[in-house]
């Protein structure tokens, strides 16, 4: 299943928002990665590539309307079944000090606790859970806020956790 990521109670910032793609990957909400220029002959559209933990990184939250394979904008009930094809555009969101956010728990390498953190891993998308920041000592960090959160999607709960960015 693919993951889930909610955005808490945040103003976003026009500039924070981006548009970005993968030439070779099936991206999903939740992955992290860097931005490596532009797009050959577009110019708001950013190439997205599996970054080390230390550099400047973005966040995939798609949309809330899916667009298929054939372009055709569909309506869906769960979200986890929904994963972004190589080469389609898709919402990603640079990270600031105090955005928080909601992402369901098998989105995360390792098991979450709340007052510990959840960071980057070099050359991987998926986010990891970390006891401290001590070897993490720069780029993007997430404070575990709550590791019991829950997210409902139609009538079923799913296991979330809530974090929040405490250095980018």
Do not use: C, W
């Not at 945040?10 to 860097?34: A, R």
């Not at 997205?48 to 230390?54: D, E, R, S």
């Not at 809330?64 to 972004?84: A, C, E, H, L, Q």
């Amino acid at each position: 299943m693919a993951n889930v990521i909610e955005i808490m109670n945040e103003i976003v910032n026009d500039t924070d928002v981006l548009s970005v793609k993968s030439s070779s990957d099936v991206l999903d909400d939740g992955y992290v990665g860097k931005l490596s220029g532009l797009v050959n002959g577009e110019m708001d559209l950013y190439n997205f590539a599996k970054g080390q933990a230390t550099d400047p990184l973005v966040i995939i939250a798609g949309a809330d309307v899916y667009t298929d394979s054939y372009g055709n904008r569909v309506g869906y009930k769960d979200p986890r079944k929904i994963t972004y094809p190589a080469d389609r555009p898709v919402r990603a969101y640079r990270p600031r000090v105090g955005m928080r956010f909601k992402i369901n728990t098998d989105a995360i390498d390792g098991t979450p606790v709340k007052g510990q953190y959840v960071i980057p891993q070099n050359n991987n998308y998926q986010l990891v859970a970390a006891a401290n920041l001590d070897s993490h000592t720069s780029g993007l960090a997430l404070e575990v806020e709550d590791a019991e959160a829950k997210i409902m999607i139609g009538k079923t709960l799913v296991d979330a956790t809530v974090l929040r960015v405490t250095r980018v």
